[in-house]
């Protein structure tokens, strides 16, 4: 029985010393199709890092009003209905920053068909930072408690 654990051991030391030297799956696939890739140093992925996470709206703050159904995961986007949105042009205060994008409010203690802004809480934000000329920054703030992919806004 020992011999059969240290084969089972040796074994799982030599698949994880293999892999390490294990290239990555997609990179190999985009370079065999043509693709280039560039090597960046850190301070350049630190520049561009959350680039991808961009709000819909970049001229004003957006609120998002959603109800819960009543039924389903409260961490489940599709258990909410959009009720609408109301829009402030300009930028907002955000932890000691300026910022623009959007929020969703929700409010799962109301009818599932009417909008009340009392005892609604934020669900999701993504701001961007607002320079001092009022250019975008690639600096955000993102904080998600459920599933909604990054493409939908409304529903």
């Not at 985009?30 to 970049?58: F, I, K, S």
């Not at 975008?136 to 998600?144: A, D, L, P, Y």
Request: charged share 15%; glycine share 10%.
């Amino acid at each position: 029985m020992r011999k059969v654990f240290m084969i089972a051991a040796l074994f799982s030391l030599l698949l994880m010393a293999g892999s390490a030297f294990a290239g990555n799956a997609i990179l190999d696939s985009l370079e065999a199709q043509g693709a280039q890739t560039v090597a960046m140093a850190d301070q350049e992925l630190d520049q561009v890092r959350g680039t991808a996470a961009m709000p819909m709206t970049l001229n004003g703050v957006r609120e998002h009003h959603v109800t819960y159904k009543g039924w389903g995961s409260y961490g489940d986007y599709r258990s909410y209905n959009y009720m609408g949105s109301s829009f402030t042009p300009g930028s907002k205060v955000f932890k000691g920053k300026k910022v623009v994008g959007d929020y969703w409010q929700a409010n799962d203690s109301c009818s599932p068909n009417s909008w009340q802004s009392y005892r609604s809480y934020t669900k999701e934000y993504l701001y961007r930072v607002v320079t001092a000329s009022g250019g975008i920054t690639s600096t955000g703030f993102h904080s998600s408690s459920w599933n909604r992919p990054a493409s939908v806004y409304m529903w």
